[in-house]
């Protein structure tokens, strides 16, 4: 069940993304558009072989096969999820029109550390093995990145109906995602709490979709 619901969301988002370009063809929508392609196209590179793995129940046996990919995997969801909260900051300044140069400098600066940190030899990725230490301090800047994106979602669309609470599941999101990064290495069944991260990204592509439907209904009602 758990790899049906990895293959559902797959499609869901990426399918999402495509809708958005489809529909709003300008910067802001093409910004959030290719948010949701890439992390869909990203997080496939690591549910696959993990869905893979549970479904032929190998997934806590040894294989370097198997562990390649989930390592590689890995490096590739951890560079997509970065692109994708840069993507979605891009969004948040351009529909609220934000003119914050020193915010746009920290966030790239946060952006290349992070993405430095990821390409690292010391990550293990081809092992899949990351030392403890290392994956915490690849994750000081995504952390960082993704407050700075609460608290803009919080301060700027607290008067958008149907973004009011987009702050909130990016915050659970993080809160599901952290003690992956901490224990699963060493308990593989905190993996699970990727489900709830899961459906936490799920809702905010919804959300997404609603403010392209909300817009499109406004543009024919004001044509």
């Not at 994106?149 to 009011?164: A, D, P, Q």
């Not at 997404?208 to 004001?222: A, G, R, T």
Request: with cysteine; proline share 3%.
């Amino acid at each position: 069940m758990e790899s049906l619901f990895y293959v559902i969301y797959l499609i869901y988002i990426i399918f999402m993304g495509i809708f958005i370009i489809k529909k709003k063809n300008n910067n802001i929508f093409i910004f959030l558009g290719l948010a949701l392609i890439i992390l869909g196209f990203g997080d496939a590179f690591h549910l696959i072989p993990r869905a893979v793995g549970l479904f032929t129940n190998t997934l806590d046996k040894p294989s370097d096969t198997l562990d390649m990919f989930l390592g590689v995997g890995k490096l590739i969801t951890s560079i997509t999820m970065t692109v994708f909260y840069l993507l979605l900051y891009l969004f948040i300044k351009e529909k609220m029109n934000l003119k914050y140069k020193i915010l746009d400098v920290i966030i790239y600066i946060l952006v290349i550390v992070r993405l430095v940190l990821c390409i690292l030899p010391q990550n293990n990725w081809i092992l899949n093995n990351t030392p403890l230490y290392f994956g915490i301090i690849r994750n000081i800047p995504f952390v960082i990145l993704g407050l700075i994106i609460i608290v803009l979602s919080f301060i700027y669309f607290k008067n958008i109906k149907h973004f009011k609470l987009l702050w909130l599941f990016i915050l659970l999101s993080f809160l599901f995602y952290i003690p992956v990064v901490i224990l699963a290495s060493k308990y593989t069944w905190v993996g699970l709490l990727m489900l709830p991260k899961t459906i936490c990204y799920m809702i905010i592509a919804y959300l997404f979709y609603l403010d392209v439907k909300i817009l499109k209904n406004s543009d024919i009602i004001n044509s």
